[in-house]
């Protein structure tokens, strides 16, 4: 109980509860999120992080419940009924969970974020593996993907027609009628959304394992009396190994180049999960950085008013940060 009410458990609960709730939400977000069955996700990697506890001369309790619980999330029903969506679910999860726990056997030295980036790529070149060699793997997958997101898309408009139809709103657009354009602008934008999201399944459903690695990683070891290993550090410093800006590269050039318009999808998918790393890389420097008051204050409007500007910045930030090392620059300066 002292490991779970240590400083930062709050954030730590907010985390989780974002992590398993706003997935639900009729929303955009539901367009966006591949698997929102987060809670399978979660259950099985805090599983292996349990078992991996027991192995470290941890409690065979909390590992005993953590792999009932994680059995449990790996034969639970998901989505509206049996099919190709459940069954994707079902296999990444256990490919997942044992790719980490492969991992962490293999490095038990390493920090978090090499274990969970090495488990990333253990699963999704199996997964790649048993898709190409299983006949119209890829397009079946992408097809039931689309699928799922065009059914949530479905239930989300449903939920906003149903809305738009309430005497509340009614009178409202009565006295703004430019009320109505905005919902149906909006059903179409959640549209283009399913449409995009669907081509890039692979990152999303990367970043969407790596965040519910941290989290079983976190509350792991806010619950357990056996260490994993180092403890994650703060956002302000996080940061990885330079090599990975050849990720970025890559995916850039066979996105742009005309010569790689084949597999074009294949460098989407590399921006967006190198992306999103260099970006939150640079969420973390902009927080070192802001540290005095009107700074801070400042890095927050951004965030509210010009969340785009503010993600660009960040994105900019983290890929100069490979060459710059602002943070040590700073701590360089601030010694002299």
């Given at each position: 109980?002292s490991r779970l009410?240590?400083?930062g458990?709050?954030?730590?609960?907010?985390?989780l509860?974002?992590?398993?709730?706003?997935?639900g939400f009729?929303s955009?977000?539901?367009?966006?999120?591949p698997?929102?069955?987060t809670?399978?996700l979660?259950?099985?990697?805090?599983a292996v992080?349990?078992?991996?506890?027991?192995?470290?001369g941890?409690g065979?309790?909390?590992?005993?419940?953590?792999i009932?619980l994680?059995?449990?999330?790996?034969t639970?029903p998901?989505?509206?009924?049996?099919g190709?969506?459940r069954?994707?679910v079902h296999?990444?999860t256990?490919?997942?969970?044992?790719s980490?726990?492969?991992?962490?056997?293999l490095?038990?030295?390493d920090?978090f974020l090499?274990?969970a980036?090495?488990?990333?790529?253990?699963?999704s070149?199996v997964?790649?593996?048993?898709?190409i060699?299983t006949?119209d793997?890829?397009?079946?997958?992408?097809?039931?993907?689309?699928t799922?997101?065009?059914?949530?898309?479905?239930?989300?408009?449903?939920?906003?027609?149903?809305?738009a139809?309430?005497?509340?709103?009614q009178?409202?657009?009565e006295?703004s009628p430019?009320?109505d354009?905005m919902?149906?602008?909006?059903?179409?934008?959640l549209?283009t959304i399913?449409?995009?999201?669907a081509?890039?399944?692979?990152a999303?459903?990367?970043l969407?394992?790596?965040?519910?690695?941290?989290?079983a990683?976190v509350?792991y070891?806010?619950?357990?009396?056996a260490?994993?290993g180092p403890?994650?550090?703060?956002?302000?410093q996080?940061?990885?190994?330079?090599?990975?800006i050849?990720g970025l590269?890559?995916?850039?050039?066979?996105?742009?180049?005309p010569?790689f318009?084949?597999g074009?999808?294949?460098?989407?998918?590399?921006?967006?999960?190198?992306?999103?790393?260099?970006l939150f890389r640079?969420?973390?420097?902009?927080?070192?950085?802001?540290?005095?008051?009107?700074?801070?204050?400042?890095?927050?409007?951004?965030?509210?008013?010009?969340p785009?500007m503010?993600?660009?910045?960040?994105?900019?930030?983290?890929?100069g940060?490979?060459?710059?090392?602002?943070?040590?620059?700073?701590?360089?300066d601030?010694?002299?």
């Open positions: 109980m009410l240590a400083p458990w709050r954030a730590a609960l907010l985390a509860f974002a992590f398993l709730v706003l997935p009729p955009a977000l539901r367009s966006v999120v698997i929102t069955e809670w399978i979660l259950a099985a990697t805090l992080c349990a078992a991996l506890g027991w192995w470290n941890g065979i309790w909390l590992a005993v419940v953590a009932i994680g059995w449990y999330a790996a639970s998901v989505g509206p009924g049996p190709s969506y069954s994707l296999g990444w256990l490919l997942l969970a044992a980490f726990g492969l991992a962490s056997l490095t038990p030295g920090k090499v274990r980036l090495s488990a990333l790529g253990i699963a070149v997964a790649f593996a048993v898709t060699s006949p793997g890829i397009p079946s997958v992408r097809a039931a993907m689309k799922e997101f065009n059914r949530r898309t479905d239930e989300t408009v449903a939920v906003v027609n149903d809305m139809a309430s005497p509340v709103w009178r409202a657009v006295r430019s009320l354009s919902v149906k602008s909006n059903e179409a934008d549209r399913a449409n995009r999201s081509r890039t399944v692979p999303l459903v990367a969407e394992s790596l965040l519910a690695l941290v989290l990683w509350i070891h806010r619950v357990a009396s260490d994993l403890a994650l550090g703060a956002v302000k996080f940061r990885f190994n330079d090599q990975l050849w590269a890559v995916g850039a050039t066979i996105f742009f180049l010569v318009a084949d074009r999808d294949a460098g989407l998918n590399l921006l967006v999960f190198f992306g999103a790393l260099y640079g969420v973390g420097v902009l927080s070192f950085m802001t540290r005095g008051k009107w700074a801070a204050t400042l890095l927050i409007v951004m965030t509210v008013f010009a785009l503010l993600g660009a910045l960040a994105l900019g930030v983290g890929v940060d490979t060459w710059m090392d602002w943070r040590t620059r700073a701590n360089v601030t010694t002299r």
